[in-house]
């Protein structure tokens, strides 16, 4: 009886804890981000650590869980903005083609700049940034992006490096790419849009600079030895590698937490150490975002 009474006592502040838990989710969430009240699963608890399921995090910032990103760090980094809209707050980049939006984002005009509203369920560096993603996407960095698309994410990271910034938007689809061309590059300077398969690094051509970061999202199997493969091509020693992680086109039978740590070991058998693993829950929910950097043997 007295064993009954204690579960019954320890079931109650289980519930308790968990309940006060997603209200507090609920509520930093809709603060910041208010537009995604009805996508967020509110049993999604908040964890310490972006990984799944671990208690620490592996490198870089600890404890940095999804909507406990410093806002007044997120203003002070350049390109990236945190402003208001309808009463809410998004995240949002200025517009570099004026009165040009490429996905049916809002455009909102504030103190003489056209700002994009940026939406981390359409971009998952939007997403990744939100959860706490400490990268330096500065005005002139040289990127290579692998699986380009119809240009979401590149058209906001054009947006922040600027004219003098380059972006080498690899897709191997020519019927995407022909969207990509026409709506987004031909309106920007800084995209040079290469029609190509990202698993022949050597057949691109037109990369002409030293690449600072490269960003890898094509939701292939072999996406880590890909990205592996441009980066010994293309990447600087010391520069960045963004890796996007589909865990269910990897393997859909492996557990998600395994198939990221397989993922990772490759990398750093790659000369790749990991800076940040950001799982992109509730935003995308098989997706994790690596953020590694690349110190080769021997530089180059
Ligand atoms: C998940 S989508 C990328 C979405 C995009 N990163 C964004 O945020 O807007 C993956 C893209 O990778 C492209 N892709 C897949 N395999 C590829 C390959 N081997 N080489 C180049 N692009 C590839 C696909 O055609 C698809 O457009």
Known sequence: MLTFIVILLWKRILLRVSIKESK???RVVHEQFPIMKHEIDCRVVIRKNNIPGKETET???KGKAATRRDRTNLEKEKGINLIWSDNRQHLATVNLA???SVYGEKLVLKEGSEFRLWDPFRSKLAAAIIKGLNVKLLPRSKILYLGASTGT???HISDIVGNSGQIFAIESSSRVARELIFNVSSKRQNI???IADARKPREYFSIFD???IVYCDIAQPDQTVIAVENCVVYLKA???LLLVIKTRSIDVTMDPRKVVKQEIRKLEQNSFSILQTLCLNPFDKDHTMVHAIYNPKSSK
């Open 192 to 194: 040079t849009p290469i």
């Open 153 to 155: 994410t590149v058209s």
């Open 210 to 212: 030293i690449i600072d």
């Open 24 to 26: 507090l989710f609920k």
């Open 59 to 61: 490198t870089g910032q």
């Open 98 to 100: 004026r009165g040009n």
């Open 238 to 240: 010391g520069g960045i």
